[in-house]
């Protein structure tokens, strides 16, 4: 048989793309996905005991995009969640991001807003240019808060001191002299009411779209008649690692589930300074399911798995840079998501991407028009 796109993987990139072009453009499309399964990393799913989990980690969704809600909502409806967490430090659960609350609590301070803005610039140590993400937490809030909150989670999460990280990865995480304990303050901030899978299914059920699950592209690539290939996977495997292998970040899960109803006071609770694993997750906290036993998971970071994150170095961006350049010589193959094009993008900018790129592929004027 014939595609008009073979989609290599089946995570949000692959499927955003299968489902306009099958949709709209009456396009024959084949997903290939290594995994037995759809959704990429998003994937969740019932454990034996009834209990939604994400298999390969939480998975919070917030956006201040609308057309990235409009979009997603065609398949799922929404349970408003807002993330909060709190992380373990000196044996108090303190609100991260660092705010008003976190700091009082912490050294048994009183600051107001205006007391506690004036304590950041006292212990802030200026850096003229903020490159590493060392430089952006000890320039804002000191090194005593730095090392507490940060030094050790990051190095545990990337196997690398934040002075060797861009400054992209802990700018993710704001500092706030305020009370709010929100993890996101986007204006869209959301779970699929009936989990992400179940939005993956509606999103690749048509007869334009066919699946080939537990495949390998590289096995069956030899064998398969096709006009255009997307690809969503690493891009560096894609081209046979022809400059080097770009280094991704991996992580061990550890799924329990727990005797207890409640196991932890909010849904994440990180572990910047003990233990091996970074964070523990509690499901129904996200979920809202309700279940007399509870699932957790503790992760731990590590170098060989499942490429997870791209590592924001420069000297990966370089290298990165020469594979984009090859990808850009392909004519009949697109880069897209986080592995294709190499970068640390939340779900919904993969979402704003493949949505790009199916107007540059159809040649739609708007984002509005693809959607
Ligand atoms: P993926 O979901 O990785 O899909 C790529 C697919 O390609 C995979 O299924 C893979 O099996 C398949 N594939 C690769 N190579 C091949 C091959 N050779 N043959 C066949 N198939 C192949 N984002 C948020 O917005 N909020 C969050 O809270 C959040 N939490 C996260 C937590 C963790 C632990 C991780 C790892 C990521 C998190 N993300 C979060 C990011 C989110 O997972 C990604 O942005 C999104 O899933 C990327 O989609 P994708 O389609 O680009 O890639
Ligand atoms: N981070 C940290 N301490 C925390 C939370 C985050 O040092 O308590 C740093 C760490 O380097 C982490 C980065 O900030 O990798 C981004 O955190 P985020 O929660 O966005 O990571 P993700 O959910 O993508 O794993």
């Not at 019932?46 to 969704?61: A, M, R, S, T, V």
């Not at 398949?75 to 000196?90: G, I």
């Not at 990051?154 to 196997?159: M, S």
């Not at 199916?358 to 708007?366: F, I, N, P, T």
Request: aromatic residues 14%.
């Amino acid at each position: 048989m014939h595609f008009d796109y073979v989609i290599v993987g089946a995570g949000f990139a692959g499927s955003v793309l299968a489902e306009r072009l099958a949709t709209q453009a009456d396009k024959k499309i084949l997903i290939i996905d290594k995994r037995p399964h759809i959704g990429g990393n998003a994937y969740d799913c019932l454990n034996e005991d009834g209990i939604l989990i994400h298999q390969y980690g939480p998975h919070i969704f917030h956006t201040n995009s609308p057309e990235v809600v409009t979009y997603l909502s065609q398949f799922t409806e929404w349970r408003p969640y807002e993330h909060r967490v709190l992380a373990s430090v000196d044996g108090q659960l303190l609100p991260i991001p660092i705010n008003l609350d976190t700091v009082n609590k912490l050294y048994g301070f009183s600051f107001t807003s205006e007391e506690l803005a004036d304590y950041f610039a006292s212990v802030g140590e200026p850096v003229k240019d903020i490159k590493t993400s060392e430089d952006v937490v000890v320039s804002q809030v000191g090194r005593d808060l730095y090392e507490k909150f940060f030094r050790g989670y990051t190095r545990k999460q990337w196997g690398v001191d934040p002075s060797e990280l861009d400054k992209m990865v802990t700018s993710r995480i704001p500092t706030r002299t305020n009370q709010d304990d929100r993890y996101f303050t986007d204006q869209f901030q959301c779970m699929p009411l009936h989990g992400y899978t179940k939005m993956f299914e509606k999103m690749v059920a048509h007869s334009n779209i066919q699946l080939m699950l537990g495949t390998d592209f590289k096995q069956v690539k030899d064998e398969l008649s096709y006009d255009e290939l997307i690809y969503t996977g690493p891009v560096d495997e894609y081209f046979d690692f022809c400059f080097g292998k770009l280094p991704y970040r991996s992580l061990r899960f550890d799924h329990q589930t727990v005797d207890v109803e409640d196991y932890q006071p909010v849904s994440v609770v990180n572990y910047p300074n003990d233990h091996a694993y970074t964070r523990i997750t509690e499901y129904k906290k996200l979920t809202g399911q309700e279940h007399p036993k509870t699932s957790i998971t503790f992760e731990y970071p590590q170098d060989e798995g499942d490429p997870y994150y791209p590592v924001p170095r420069p000297e990966n961006a370089a290298l990165y840079r020469q594979y984009k350049q090859l990808a850009d010589e392909q004519k009949s193959v697109h880069f897209v998501g986080r592995l294709g094009t190499y970068r640390y993008y939340n779900m919904d900018q993969v979402v704003a991407q493949a949505l790009t790129l199916y107007k540059k592929l159809v040649g739609a004027d708007s984002l509005q028009e693809a959607i």
